[in-house]
């Protein structure tokens, strides 16, 4: 799922192709897109766009009028922006946004069909879409700290809860828990006031990090690589590489659809951690660290 460096990215690429400019009409190719029915979709025709924002992982367009545009791209709704009038491809195309100078298409890979578009009237509406999770990158360690420690979980899970936090999820919160040297696994109650401080630190070099590489790969166009998986990355998809820290083969536990990666020697002293369905499988057999592996 896009995560907020590539959500900035998105955003600040329709600030620069789609703001001040008049949205034609929408084609909808995909009936399940749309999550909202008043006001209709047809409302935005021929309205200008009048900026961009983010809220968690959504991505707004505003419209003159107090209407707005709400995309959230869930797993692997993109993007993408063509020339104007291009034609929805084939099993992935959703919908296409045109204007006189260019086309801006939704695309979603996969049989699963979860990407969502709302048509919202008014800021107070508009609201409804934010789950309350904290802006990271202005943070103050005090609110931090109250949204980590509100309920007892992983850290892992609390870094991906968009209640707790906005715009982080799985392939960011192992990077954020790399850098700060801390297993994904360890019990927000048991942190320590310094662990707490290093997440925070760790949390807003990362993102801030990460945004900056991936504008400055994009530039002046569009992003067309969106993806969680990067070659630049510390732990995420690099089960059994080298950790660029130490060198230790990064580890992972799997479940369900997603996968935490980490480095046992840099966040859990040498220790794996049990995955769920190899540690059932292994049993006594399943090894307790690096040098049993």
């Known amino acids: 799922m896009p995560e907020l460096p590539d959500c900035s990215v998105y955003r600040d690429a329709l600030r620069r192709f789609v703001v001040g400019r008049r949205l034609e009409g929408v084609r909808m190719k995909s009936p399940f897109l749309l999550r909202s029915v008043d006001p209709p979709l047809k409302v935005v025709d021929k309205k200008e766009i009048t900026g961009t924002r983010l809220i968690g992982k959504r991505i707004i367009l505003e419209f003159e009028d107090d209407l707005f545009l709400v995309f959230h791209l869930m797993i692997a ?16 195309g959703l919908a296409a946004f045109d204007f006189e100078h260019g086309t801006l298409l939704l695309t979603e890979a996969g049989t699963k069909k979860r990407a969502s ?16 999770g904290l802006a990271v990158l202005d943070s ?21 809860d968009p209640r707790k936090f906005s715009g982080i999820g799985n392939a960011y ?74 060198q230790a083969p990064i580890q992972r536990i799997v479940y369900a659809d997603n996968e935490t990666n980490y480095c046992a020697s840099c966040q859990t002293e040498g220790q794996l951690l049990k995955d769920r369905a190899l540690s059932r499988l292994l049993k006594d057999d399943w090894p307790r660290s690096l040098d049993e592996l």
């Open 77 to 92: 709704g993109r993007l993408r922006w063509r020339d104007a009038g291009a034609g929805l491809p084939g099993r992935i």
């Open 117 to 132: 578009l709302f048509v919202v009237r008014g800021e107070a509406n508009l609201a409804e879409h934010d789950r309350g």
């Open 140 to 160: 103050k360690l005090k609110d931090f700290k109250t949204s980590l420690l509100s309920g007892d979980h992983t850290l892992k899970r609390a870094l991906c």
């Open 173 to 246: 919160s192992d990077e954020i828990l790399h850098d700060a040297r801390i297993s994904p696994l360890k019990r927000t109650s048991q942190l320590h006031h310094d662990e707490i401080k290093r997440i925070h630190a760790s949390t807003k070099r990362v993102m801030k990090l990460w945004i900056k590489r991936l504008a400055r790969d994009v530039g002046d166009g569009f992003p067309e690589k969106v993806t969680a998986f990067r070659k630049d990355m510390a732990v995420h998809g690099r089960h059994g590489q080298p950790c660029p820290v130490c």
